[in-house]
């Protein structure tokens, strides 16, 4: 735009590993449309989605080692309004591909590159398969979906604003309904299905409820100006008596709350943690994998930006709350983990567990912020691996004649 508009120009090196993503999703729809129908169009489709995950995967590697951060889809600090100071605002950017998004986005495809490892084997084990045997698994579709829940799941933690944060986050649990559903003539999978879809609309639900009101206090979207309007609303309430300085921090109170409630929804914290057994039973080896790490690590991913970069001056508030939802879910996790005589549903609620050991961190971070965020990601990043080798030797043993893991 020219004339007193906005030029927004675009870093495509620094969106290069989801574009990559996005790109061969799309040729594997393509690839799936035209190949003839031979058993050995699986394959073709299994290897351009890995070689695809690889280059995304060779692109993170190349701006880790780069250093730096880069940023884009930035709004200029014409248009941020005036703070407090009588100073604008500094430009912030919606996606910032830093230290802690390259991380997370690392570990995300990594965990990508076996979970389609895992599925090939699964594909082929359907194709196999006798008439009276589970339904053949679609591998177009499998790799399609697979490849959008990655390219949100990369996104999400260089979200820096509330609607990408929010869109990146469904675009991630979308897709999962149906790789859940997409094993055929299998009631236990449609049954997965069914009770991930409605646990996923009731958490987004809250979070869009919680983030409407988040934007209503602060009157912006952006991560940093939402820490900086909570600061300076602060400021300005101390010295006000009455009711509207109370019920705007009531208002704030019940925001975090929502917020992060739907974000404890999708990492299967206590007590929105009653979905994950039964969904993980039901659903392929491959989808409980990719639940397990993908979706978990996305999760965990949305809560850390939300609380440190957007709310880092009310974690006196939102400490204690985590503290106890984490001793909470470790309890709970390895109490329910005791009873499985199942493989999966044994991983299942040991990952709730887990889902514990990843928040306890959080609960110290006003008295040592960075301390707190790297122990997470740190144990974040062993997790997905002992996680990832966990379901691998459950999907090979099931596939040995008398393999009875799930």
Not at 27 to 46: E, Q, S, T, W
Not at 101 to 122: D, K, N, P, R, Y
Request: hydrophobic share 60%; with cysteine; proline share 4%.
């Amino acid at each position: 735009m020219t004339g007193g508009g906005v030029i927004q120009s675009i870093d495509y090196a620094a969106v290069a590993a989801p574009l990559v993503l996005a790109l061969v999703a799309g040729l594997v729809l393509l690839l799936d449309a035209f190949l003839p129908a031979r058993p050995g169009g699986a394959r073709v489709l299994g290897l351009v989605t890995l070689g695809g995950m690889v280059a995304a995967l060779a692109v993170v590697v190349v701006q880790a080692a780069g250093g730096g951060t880069r940023r884009t889809f930035c709004v200029p600090a014409s248009l941020g309004g005036a703070s407090a100071t009588g100073r604008a605002a500094p430009a912030s950017c919606s996606f910032v591909a830093d230290r802690f998004s390259l991380v997370i986005a690392a570990v995300v495809l990594a965990a990508g590159v076996v979970v389609v490892l895992l599925s090939m084997t699964e594909i082929a084990a359907g194709r196999n398969a006798g008439p009276a045997e589970r339904g053949r698994i679609p591998a177009g579709e499998w790799y399609f979906l697979l490849l959008a829940t990655l390219t949100g799941a990369v996104l999400l933690p260089a979200s820096r604003d509330l609607i990408m944060l929010v869109v990146s986050l469904e675009l991630v649990s979308l897709p999962v309904f149906a790789l859940t559903a997409l094993r055929r003539h299998d009631g236990r999978a449609a049954e997965a299905a069914l009770k991930l879809f409605l646990v996923s609309v009731v958490s987004t639900a809250v979070t869009l409820f919680g983030v409407s009101l988040l934007y209503g206090v602060t009157g912006s979207v952006h991560l940093d100006r939402i820490e900086a309007a909570l600061r300076t609303a602060g400021d300005m309430t101390r010295g006000i008596a009455g009711s509207a300085a109370g019920d705007m921090a009531r208002v704030t109170v019940v925001a975090i709350v929502l917020v992060a409630a739907g974000f404890a929804f999708k990492i299967a914290a206590v007590p929105f943690h009653f979905w994950a057994g039964d969904v993980y039973r039901g659903a392929p080896v491959p989808v409980a994998a990719l639940l397990s790490v993908v979706s978990k690590a996305s999760g965990f991913a949305g809560l850390i930006l939300l609380l440190t970069y957007a709310l880092p001056g009310k974690a006196a508030l939102w400490a204690p709350g985590v503290a106890v939802v984490a001793a909470l879910t470790m309890t709970a996790g390895n109490v329910l983990a005791m009873r499985q005589r199942g493989a999966v549903r044994l991983l299942a609620w040991s990952s709730v567990a887990q889902s514990g050991y990843i928040l306890a961190p959080l609960a110290v971070y006003a008295v040592a912020p960075r301390a707190a965020v790297g122990a997470s990601v740190a144990y974040l990043v062993f997790y997905a691996a002992m996680n990832l080798i966990a379901f691998a030797v459950v999907l090979l043993v099931a596939r040995l004649p008398e393999g009875q893991a799930r």
